[in-house]
């Protein structure tokens, strides 16, 4: 193998875990955000504070840190986890903490006539959220969302700090192995940025044509 | 004559400190349509608004056919607050229409329309869909049934928002000051559509207005408020032209002053 497809195949792999992290890190943050922001909306107090514990511990905290504590000290409490379900996790939770806040900020710009108006056409609470408000909340989120999803994908390069092989964990490995520290690094800088990139166009796209001649 | 649609019984409401309603008594029968005038800040709306249950009551009891709206009475006949659901039948009876017309934006205009029958009424997709466009045709709009909301101009929008309530079958429709946000040429049409319902449906009617030859001319009765209170309450013949109270003489007065034009 030479030298070229070496580091094409071991990135390769990396990226492969990288992307992988991404996605179920994304879809956990979005989903504890949502349930997160509209218990934050709650009109019970001890809903609310619980909420409030969660979002202030995740975000007063560094992911570092809590990646470190969910694989290196949860085992000594006899819950032990793969690199990646830890990984996952520690991220998940801690973009789902500030996802909440975009949610419960997002649902809370929708204009209260909205609601008035649901009110008169008699809705329930539920159906208000799910129907009238939420639709609405969503495509205000979705510029905070969007910068989100690509800060989370960034971080990902985290996990190599606790042995998931993801792509910055393989650069490191070709770099140790190698010494071709400046093309190694070069290369991990552009992929990570070839993949950013497009996010960011496609969210923007996303939002024009969920408000195209709608709002 | 007929048991009154809705009822007031000695309504009160605070906002805080600041008292907005002081005891009122009020009767609206079914079918009549009732003009609420006043000068801002003289409760009209928050009278209106304690119906449709956009505000709580402080005190007091609101009676929709008989049937208490904020609150239930218990087994030994003593009023405690309603419950939801108790308050969600209520209310089923009222509808409203909004100074800012507040459509729902991510939806079509028929969908606008709609929404509420097929979610909250649970009826049938395609006889919604009929009574939508039914109504939107009764306010001159179902040429528009595919646009949103944002495409409209302001008075088509209230038009819009006035089939949205009606094809929710209110006993009760309340129209709060529906032109005062519009452009002064576009008020006409909505008055025409508002004027067309009045005299064709036996929908009871309360409507917020400023617009005093509109009320004389839909209104069975005309209500001024000043200072959370009903002060005159009686014909349009006789609150506009023969008004008895100094307070309402003194508005009727400065209204007609800024109304009319120097020509």
Known sequence: MSFWELIVSLLGQGLVITLLTTVLAAILALVLGFIGGLMRLSKNKFIRFIVAIYVEVFRGTSLLVQLFWIYFVLPMFGLTMSALTAAVLAIGLNYGAYTSEVVRSGIQSVDKGQTEASIALNFTRVQRMRRIIIPQAFILMLPNLGNQLIELFKSTSLVALITLTDLTYQANVLNATTLQTTQIFTALLVIYFVIAWPMTKGMKMLERKMTEGRM | MSEPIVRYNNVTKYFDDLQVLDGIDFEIQPGEKVALIGPSGSGKTTFARLLMTLEEITDGTIEVEGD?????????GDLKPASTEHLRKVRSNIGMVFQHFHLFPHMTVLENVMEAPVTVQGRD??????????????????????????????????????????VMNPKVLIFDEPTSALDPELVGEVLDVIKDIADQGDTSMLLITHEMDFAKEVADRIAFFDGGK??????????????KAPRLKEFLERFMNTQSSPE
Do not use: F
């Open chain 2, 68 to 76: 208490y709206l904020w609150h239930e009475q218990d087994d030994n």
């Open chain 2, 125 to 166: 997709k395609k006889e919604a869909k009929k009574a939508a466009e039914e109504m939107l045709d009764k306010v001159g709009l179902l040429d528009k049934a595919d646009s949103y909301p944002a495409q409209l101009s302001g008075g088509q929008k209230q038009r819009v928002a006035i089939a949205r309530a009606l």
């Open chain 2, 230 to 243: 009903i002060i005159e309450d009686g014909p349009p013949s006789e609150i506009l032209y023969n008004p």
